[in-house]
């Protein structure tokens, strides 16, 4: 089965960067639409981006759009996550697993971002 590691996280100030990655095992990885999932201290985990198994479509929550962008490199079997304009609000566990939950893979141990005011 695809096993994820995310890595990538850490601490930044209010308006910085941050670019998040998922390592994934498995040959199968390419044929996955992928997602990025946050979680917040005492909130549920929410997706945040998805992206199609090609790259060729990308989806963001609202809260994100215009600072996040989702991309993947299926030859290294990556997913990106680029966090621009960072808010305290983005402090949270991230994650990637598949877009879709009927496929879920087991989660790998996340990345924290922690954005400081």
């Known amino acids: 089965q695809v096993q994820l590691v995310e890595s990538g996280g850490g601490l930044v100030q209010a308006g910085g960067s941050l670019r998040l990655s998922c390592a994934a095992s498995g040959r199968t990885f390419k044929t996955y639409a992928m997602a990025w999932f946050r979680q917040a201290p005492g909130k549920e985990r929410e997706s945040v981006a998805t992206i199609n198994w090609s790259g060729s479509n990308t989806n963001y929550v609202d809260s994100v759009k215009g600072r996040f962008t989702i991309s993947r490199d299926n030859a290294k079997n990556m997913v990106y996550l680029q966090m621009n304009s960072l808010k305290p609000e983005d402090t949270a566990v991230y994650y990637c697993?598949?877009?879709?939950?009927?496929?879920?893979?087991?989660w790998g141990q996340g990345t924290q971002v922690t954005v400081s005011s």
């Open positions: 697993n598949t877009k879709s939950e009927q496929l879920r893979l087991n």
